[in-house]
């Protein structure tokens, strides 16, 4: 039921793209995208809903396939700011509202 | 606003002992969630509150593992004869509602370490 997300960690120069992908093997209603820096708490970055909405803010975008029960979440033009681990959570389709995360993905920016 | 808080932030206690970990969630938000995160490991869901009543216990990891919530906004976790492979950080999240479509706002989390 957890999400498996790839790469485990990524390590870029700023100014270079990265995606991160999340999938499932079960039908998702939503798909959840977190941020953690190194010893301070999770912070929300998007949710996408079913439908297959791409949402974006600045230049941290992501979309949604729910076919394949896929999500991935595009970092562009990446900053020193990006730095951090992506954690995406999932909502099954039977709306139980419960998010279960994936284990993370370690970014880290070199300047 | 004041934020989701926790007490206490760092917690060290002897194997065999009970714990109690303290959460205020934002004022007002009805849906209050626990999460344990282990060193390098993601979000591992526990337990999740709507209101004052839990839907879904099926993450705590055993019965020594129980929560509670009051007055719709305070909850307390509480851990019962504390093993090793408990110390982990535990996180608390709140959410205006009990829908997973809104936003999760986490607390700074309660370090624990169990010798």
């Known amino acids: 039921q957890q999400p498996v997300q790839s790469p485990q960690a990524v390590i870029l120069r700023e100014g270079e793209d990265a995606v991160i992908n999340c999938s499932s093997s079960k039908a998702l209603y939503s798909v959840h995208w977190y941020r953690q820096k190194h010893g301070e708490a999770p912070v929300f970055l998007m949710i996408l809903l079913k439908g297959g909405e791409q949402k974006g803010h600045e230049k941290i975008s992501a979309s949604f396939n729910e076919k394949k029960q896929q999500s991935s979440l595009y970092l562009t033009a990446s900053q020193l700011s990006y730095s951090g681990t992506y954690f995406c959570?999932?909502?099954?389709?039977?709306?139980?509202?419960?998010?279960?995360f994936g284990k993370g993905t370690r970014l880290h920016i070199l300047p | 606003g004041a934020g989701v808080s926790q007490s206490p932030s760092n917690k060290v206690t002897e194997k065999g002992k009970d714990v109690e970990l303290r959460c205020d969630p934002i004022?007002?938000?009805?849906?209050l969630y626990w999460y344990r995160q282990s060193l390098g490991q993601g979000l591992e869901f526990l337990i999740y509150?709507?209101?004052?009543?839990?839907?879904?216990k099926s993450g705590l990891p055993s019965d020594r593992f129980s929560a509670e919530r009051t007055g719709g906004s305070v909850s307390t976790l509480t851990i019962q004869r504390t093993q090793q492979e408990d110390s982990a950080v535990y996180l608390c999240?709140?959410?205006?509602?009990?829908?997973?479509?809104?936003?999760?706002?986490f607390g700074p989390g309660t370090r624990l370490t169990v010798l």
């Open positions: 959570g999932t909502e099954l389709q039977g709306r139980d509202d419960k998010i279960i």
């Open positions: 509150f709507q209101g004052n009543s839990a839907p879904d």
């Open positions: 004022s007002g938000h009805t849906a």
């Open positions: 999240a709140s959410s205006p509602r009990g829908l997973a479509m809104h936003e999760q706002f």
